[in-house]
């Protein structure tokens, strides 16, 4: 069973930080490419960061330079530190593995990032 479990998202003041973590379970874990997904209410569902098998990472132009995704393989866990945190970037957080070659695509239930006055 494929399980991804994220955590660490709540509520925080414009210009605050939140490290967000995506515990995997049931895939290979170094092997597939890690996304972090974001989907505001009333929106279409953004892709946010990747960090692949190989560790290199993109990110969506709005989070450049405030956001940072890593993955640590011996706790199966991919992660995402955001910094300078603005009101636009309120949404639900998702974590995803991703397995092109294979055509897996599994996707945890997301948690909630508020960022607030």
């Known amino acids: 069973q494929v399980q991804l479990v994220e955590s660490g998202g709540g509520l925080v003041q414009p210009g605050g930080s939140l490290r967000l973590s995506c515990a995997a379970s049931?895939?290979?874990?170094?092997?597939?490419?890690m996304n972090w997904y974001r989907q505001a209410p009333g929106k279409q569902r953004e892709w946010v960061a990747t960090i692949t098998s190989s560790r290199l990472t993109n990110y969506v132009d709005s989070v450049k330079g405030r956001f940072t995704i890593s993955r640590d393989n011996a706790k199966n866990t991919v992660y995402l530190q955001m910094n300078s945190l603005k009101p636009e970037d309120t949404a639900v957080y998702y974590c995803?593995?991703?397995?092109?070659?294979?055509?897996?695509?599994?996707w945890g239930q997301g948690t909630q990032v508020t960022v607030s006055s």
């Open positions: 995803n593995a991703a397995r092109a070659l294979t055509g897996n695509d599994f």
């Open positions: 049931g895939i290979i874990f170094s092997i597939y490419t």
